[in-house]
């Protein structure tokens, strides 16, 4: 039988067929062995072919083969370093769910999530969320940041999941689509997916004041049908985003801004660093080139991946 993986618990996973029958399958010791460097070898959103088994009246499967996956998303696991975590497979498109305060995302998050993104080939919309909160400073830093990234080609849309501002908007571009939805902890993810399809009651917690931080409600990403031909896969909130496995000489191309100008760079293989006649440093000057976009560049190069959770913000 084949299947798509709707939710995944670490050791069970819950596969869907094509009839909309539902099967908890495990999977098979050997998956583990195969040079795979995940804490997870099949996540939500895998195509999955099973056999059906009968333990104690019990009806369960058992995964022996995972189908080519289009695309995948990864963050590094947080306690093994070496491993990463394959939060979703298949995806046709993630919104990153931002908030300027309470709790603030940090330039240097969305940009290490719009790299890994970008490297994996899906695509990225931002989404400013918790609008009807904002006083008009921090509207312009919305807007700001907006400009940057509307500049290098990335959707921008302000959102408010509690007055329902721009949820159709959303809804339009996640019709017949898997979309994903990610960002910190408290930016409001389960409250947009809650109104966008209410019946599916996502649990949602308040912001800790002490911290200014989200509160986990979501342990396991997992998949959900709406009524409207969209699925969507609801991810754990995310504190820190490593970028994985890139050579230096390739994470610029990740910067769409940067691969613009590279082959006006003197040197082919310029680093944008310390390099004689380099357009991106020039752009720098010059305010073509962000300059929080540029500091979140080095930080990757220079593999800060240890500092990214307390950078300062501009």
């Known amino acids: 039988m084949t299947g798509l993986v709707y939710k995944s618990t670490g050791s069970w996973y819950t596969v869907k067929t094509e009839l909309g029958e539902t099967y908890e399958c495990r999977i098979k010791g050997k998956f583990r062995l195969k040079g795979i460097k995940s804490t997870n070898p099949i996540a939500v959103g895998d195509y999955v072919d099973f056999e059906l088994e009968t333990d104690n009246n019990q009806v369960s499967g058992v995964i022996h083969n995972i189908h080519d996956r289009s695309n995948y998303i990864v963050r590094k696991s947080v306690n093994l370093s070496k491993q990463t975590h ?3 497979a298949n995806i046709d498109q993630v919104f990153l769910m931002i908030t300027i305060n309470n709790p603030p995302t940090l330039t240097s998050f969305i940009d290490r999530f719009l790299v890994t993104a970008h490297a994996y080939s899906i695509k990225t919309v931002l989404l400013f969320n ?3 909160t904002y006083d008009e400073e921090t509207l312009n830093e919305m807007k700001f940041l907006a400009h940057i990234y509307r500049k290098i080609g990335y959707e921008c849309i302000g959102v408010s999941a509690t007055t329902g501002k721009n949820v ?3 809804k339009a571009l996640m019709h017949n689509k898997v979309s994903m939805f990610s960002g ?3 930016v409001g993810k389960s409250t947009l997916v809650n109104t ?9 917690k308040e912001i800790s004041t002490q911290h200014s931080q989200g509160q986990h409600t979501t342990t396991f990403a997992e998949m959900f049908d709406l009524s409207f031909g969209a699925k969507i896969i609801d991810t754990p909130g995310i504190k820190g985003f490593g970028v994985v496995d890139m050579d230096k000489e390739e994470i610029g191309d990740y910067f769409p801004e940067i691969f613009k100008l590279k082959q006006d760079c003197k040197f082919n293989n310029c680093l944008h660093l310390h390099e004689p006649d380099c357009a991106v440093k020039q752009a720098l000057d ?4 962000a300059a929080s976009r540029y500091r979140s560049y080095l930080q990757i190069v220079e593999g800060e991946d240890a500092h990214y959770r307390t950078d300062t913000w501009e």
């Open 86 to 88: 394959i939060i979703a």
């Open 130 to 132: 918790k609008m009807d």
């Open 168 to 170: 159709d908007k959303v």
């Open 184 to 186: 910190h902890s408290g």
């Open 196 to 204: 966008i399809e209410p019946s599916l009651n996502i649990k949602t």
């Open 286 to 289: 010059h305010d073509g080139i």
